[in-house]
């Protein structure tokens, strides 16, 4: 049974960058068409999708936030990361990484991280 | 990017009762919807994709329909444990988007 597990700082400073990783055990990040999201959930809001990256590397991100977001991928380690850059308070959120399949949802997704942007 | 938009926005029930929730998209977007439900403090939970095919594990009271910029979910017996958020999602074209949500109250 595949999960996922994210991991990273729960706080970081306004203008620095967050990371955060998210583990896949009991399958594999290489394995068949399935995509590898990052979705957040601000305090008391909806779910906003980050953007994903399938296991060559081909990425897609949401535009609202492109210019700082890169999510990449290591096989090896049977991870793939987030970074967004330059964060604000409004970067304040529930962090979820998630698999899916293109037309067919988001099916597995980690427990949740939260990331608090303050100094 | 596309808009989803989910009716009502909160709504009370009781068990046994039969709910309805909508969701309507700005564009078409064929078939390529999923729900979700997700509890206070947990990650959603996948219910319906592909708008009316039912995940593996979930209870058959769960359903959905439509294609094109409508679409419904319905429970067909509320249970206790079915009090949540419900959220659409369409992953038909880039950016993938959310509706609100529409908290189901007791």
């Known amino acids: 049974q595949v999960q996922l597990q994210e991991s990273g700082p729960g706080l970081v400073k306004p203008s620095e960058t967050l990371s955060l990783i998210c583990t896949v055990s009991?399958?594999?990040?290489?394995?068949?068409?399935?995509?590898w999201s990052w979705i957040r959930q601000p305090p008391g809001k909806g779910l906003e999708w980050i953007g994903y990256?399938?296991?060559?590397?081909?990425?897609n991100y949401n535009p609202s936030l492109k210019s700082r977001v890169t999510i990449s991928i290591d096989t090896s380690k049977n991870q793939f990361s987030l970074k967004v850059s330059s964060v604000t308070a409004a970067d304040t959120a529930v962090y979820y990484c998630?698999?899916?399949?293109?037309?067919?949802?988001?099916?597995?997704w980690g427990q949740g991280t939260t990331v608090t942007v303050s100094s | 990017a596309i808009q989803m938009t989910q009716s009502p926005s909160s709504l009370s029930a009781s068990v046994g009762d039969r709910v309805t929730i909508t969701c309507r998209a700005s564009?078409?977007?064929?078939?390529?919807l999923a729900w979700y439900q997700q509890k206070p403090g947990k990650a959603p939970k996948l219910l319906i994709y592909?708008?009316?095919s039912l995940q593996s594990g979930v209870p058959s009271r769960f359903s959905g329909s439509g294609s094109g910029a409508d679409f419904t979910l319905t429970i067909s017996s509320l249970q206790p444990e079915d009090f949540a958020t419900y959220y659409c999602?369409?992953?038909?074209?880039?950016?993938?988007?959310f509706g609100q949500g529409t908290k189901l109250e007791i």
């Open positions: 998630a698999r899916g399949l293109h037309f067919w949802g988001m099916d597995v």
């Open positions: 009991g399958g594999s990040v290489s394995s068949g068409s399935y995509h």
């Open positions: 990256i399938y296991h060559s590397g081909s990425t």
């Open positions: 564009q078409g977007i064929r078939s390529d």
């Open positions: 592909a708008a009316s």
């Open positions: 999602l369409q992953d038909y074209i880039y950016p993938f988007t």
